[in-house]
C-alpha cells in the first residue's frame, strides 16, 4: 500500500484475524500507516507503552480507548483524533465489526 | 485546534471567504494540518511549488487536483490521498461546497 495513491477506506478485508497493518511512509522523523481492526482489542491485560509519539485519527467504525491514567474509556467516533506522548500506557478496548474501524496512525520519533 | 484530541470534522463554518488552515502537529520534521476549503481553488494560472514533500488525503467532498506534468485532472473523493514531491507543481481545480472539502495535509521535511 505504500505507493504514490491510493484510498484510505478502500481494500478492506471481510474479517482479519490480526490487525492489518499497511505501511504508507516512512522516514527519518516518521511513520503513517493505516491500521484496519475489525472488532480486534487489546489483549487483556496488556498495554501498549511506546517509545515514541502517536498521533492517530479513526476514519471509520467506533473505538474505545482506554489510558492506564484516566478512570473512564473514551469513545472514538470517525473524525476524532488523539496525541498520545511516548510511555503513556494505552489500549484499544474495543473496536467495531461492521463498519471495521479504519485508523490512520502517525509516529513521531525526536519531537523538536 | 493544536491540542490533544479533537474531531477532524467538527467545527466546521458555514461558508469561508479563504481556505482554513488548522495546525495539528509541529515536529522539526514534520507539520501536520487540517485545511477547510468551501468551493476554493487555485487562482486561475497559479500552481502550488513546495520546497517539501506533502502526503494529503481527502477526508470529505470531493475536489479535482491537477499536477502541471499530467493531462487530466484528478478527481479525488473521501479516503483518496496522494504523494506530492517536492517541487511537483500543482493546483486545485475544484472543491465541493456541500459537504465542505476537508483535507488532512502531512508536510515532511528531510526525507531520509
Redesign the interface.
Known sequence: MS????????GIPASLVAEQFDL??Q????R?ERIVSIGHATPPGEWYDQDGDE?V?L?QGQAELRFADEDTV?LL???????IPAHRRHRVERTSHNPPAIW?A?H?Y???
Open positions: 505507493s504514490e495513491s491510493g484510498n484510505l477506506l478502500a504508507l511512509l522516514t527519518g522523523a516518521c503513517l498521533w485519527v476514519l473514551r467516533e470517525p473524525g476524532d483524533y488523539v496525541w490512520l502517525l513521531v525526536g519531537v523538536g
